[in-house]
T-cell receptor
Framework: QKEVEQNSGPLSVPEGAIASLNCTYS??????FFWYRQYSGKSPELIMS????GDKEDGRFTAQLNKASQYVSLLIRDSQPSDSATYLC????????????FGKGTRLHILP | DTAVSQTPKYLVTQMGNDKSIKCEQN?????MYWYKQDSKKFLKIMFS???????INETVPNRFSPKSPDKAHLNLHINSLELGDSAVYFC????????????FGPGTRLTVT
């Protein structure tokens, strides 16, 4: 199975700073990339999707994709304590079964 | 209005029992999924149905049997429950398979004693 790799953390970031979350993937044929946020005891919630190289901004969130390097990242500007959660990177795996593979997630802790 | 709902939210049962989890989505999506999230929080796909047809069947014991009576519903039946089946099971849906954003239900925490 193709892999999606994330640093498990925890990543501690002071309130108001930029949090940078990184993800690498092994399937060069992947076309769709997602970031999900999961609070403890809750279900994953989609926060960003990105399909082409470059940056995509949505409010305080920016997703960055570099297909040549097989790398996708999520930047959170002006981090808030409410951003403390586990962030899951997800990548589609093309083939007979068109499915999404999730990374193991990075725990983010915003320090007040 | 809940987009993806699951019942029950909690399920505690003994080894060897048979149990079912139900899922419904009102988003009009064609594709539904079952995921298992283990104690290490790793989220792994188990099954996917597109328009009531099974399209993904990962390496899951055949004690697990999904059923999709229509494209808005996907149920999961588990026979002969084992301790290792304890996990949170999430249902999800998307407009089409794979490349589209998925929306998750609240999860069912299954504890097998």
């Amino acid at each position: 199975q193709k892999e999606v790799e994330q640093n498990s953390g925890p990543l501690s970031v002071p309130e108001g700073a930029i949090a940078s979350l990184n993800c690498t993937y092994s399937d060069r044929g992947s076309q769709s990339f997602f970031w999900y946020r999961q609070y403890s005891g809750k279900s994953p919630e989609l926060i960003m999707s990105i399909y082409s190289n470059g940056d995509k901004e949505d409010g305080r969130f920016t997703a960055q994709l570099n297909k040549a390097s097989q790398y996708v990242s999520l930047l959170i500007r002006d981090s808030q304590p409410s951003d403390s959660a586990t962030y899951l990177c997800a990548v589609n795996q093309r083939g007979r079964d068109d499915k999404i593979i999730f990374g193991k997630g990075t725990r983010l802790h915003i320090l007040p | 209005d809940t987009a993806v709902s699951q019942t029950p939210k909690y399920l505690v049962t003994q080894m060897g029992n048979d149990k079912s989890i139900k899922c419904e989505q009102n988003l009009g999506h064609d594709t539904m999924y079952w995921y298992k999230q283990d104690s290490k929080k790793f989220l792994k796909i188990m099954f996917s149905y597109n328009n009531k047809e099974l399209i993904i069947n990962e390496t899951v014991p055949n004690r697990f049997s999904p059923k999709s009576p229509d494209k808005a519903h996907l149920n999961l039946h588990i026979n002969s429950l084992e301790l290792g089946d304890s996990a949170v099971y999430f249902c999800a849906s998307s407009q089409e398979p794979g490349s589209y954003e998925q929306y998750f239900g609240p999860g069912t925490r299954l504890t097998v004693t």
